[in-house]
């Protein structure tokens, strides 16, 4: 989808604003992929254990009835230890300010992100309606309080 001179009838219409002239457009880096690499607007140092919420110089406008989440990009974690600390980071319908992403250094080596770095990705999905109901008992299961390691390593 990196040509949006054509746009599928089924797709889910998410409008973009660069806030910043050196700002990336979001990109897929193959068709068919499902999450939107997002790119860093700032240079900076990330000290092992030292986290920072990264702007990445776009606002977003996703429809009512479905969420933007921020994940991590799995080669910055497998080969960094850096990683989305609050991941899947939420971005609700009603947000239109910057988006960052909080990232955090888990490695050993003090990691250097650039302006134009992909530092995350975006991912927009469905979400139900939902309805909290206020209730004196819930219906019993076969898992019932096990929580917590309960099954199995």
């Given at each position: 989808?990196?040509?949006?001179?054509?746009?599928?009838?089924?797709?889910v219409?998410v409008?973009?604003?660069?806030?910043i002239p050196?700002?990336k457009?979001?990109?897929?880096a193959?068709?068919?992929?499902?999450?939107?690499d997002?790119?860093?607007?700032?240079d900076?140092?990330?000290?092992?254990?030292?986290?920072?919420?990264?702007?990445?110089?776009?606002?977003?406008?996703?429809?009512?009835?479905?969420?933007?989440?921020?994940?991590?990009?799995?080669?910055?974690a497998?080969?960094?230890g850096?990683t989305?600390?609050?991941?899947?980071?939420?971005?609700?319908?009603?947000f239109r300010?910057?988006?960052?992403?909080?990232?955090?250094n888990l490695?050993?080596?003090t990691?250097r992100?650039?302006?134009?770095?992909?530092?995350?990705?975006?991912?927009?999905r469905?979400?139900?309606d939902?309805?909290?109901?206020?209730?004196?008992?819930?219906?019993?299961?076969?898992r019932?309080?096990?929580?917590?390691?309960?099954?199995?390593?």
């Amino acid at each position: 989808m990196k040509n949006n001179s054509s746009v599928k009838e089924e797709a889910v219409i998410v409008r973009v604003k660069l806030l910043i002239p050196d700002a990336k457009m979001p990109s897929l880096a193959n068709e068919g992929d499902v999450a939107f690499d997002l790119y860093s607007t700032i240079d900076i140092d990330l000290q092992p254990g030292q986290r920072i919420a990264v702007p990445t110089g776009i606002s977003v406008e996703i429809p009512r009835g479905y969420e933007g989440q921020i994940r991590p990009r799995s080669g910055l974690a497998l080969q960094y230890g850096v990683t989305v600390l609050n991941a899947p980071g939420t971005i609700d319908s009603g947000f239109r300010g910057e988006v960052k992403s909080i990232m955090v250094n888990l490695g050993s080596d003090t990691f250097r992100i650039t302006k134009g770095m992909r530092i995350c990705q975006l991912a927009v999905r469905h979400v139900a309606d939902v309805q909290l109901v206020k209730s004196e008992a819930l219906t019993p299961s076969e898992r019932g309080e096990k929580g917590f390691g309960s099954s199995g390593h």
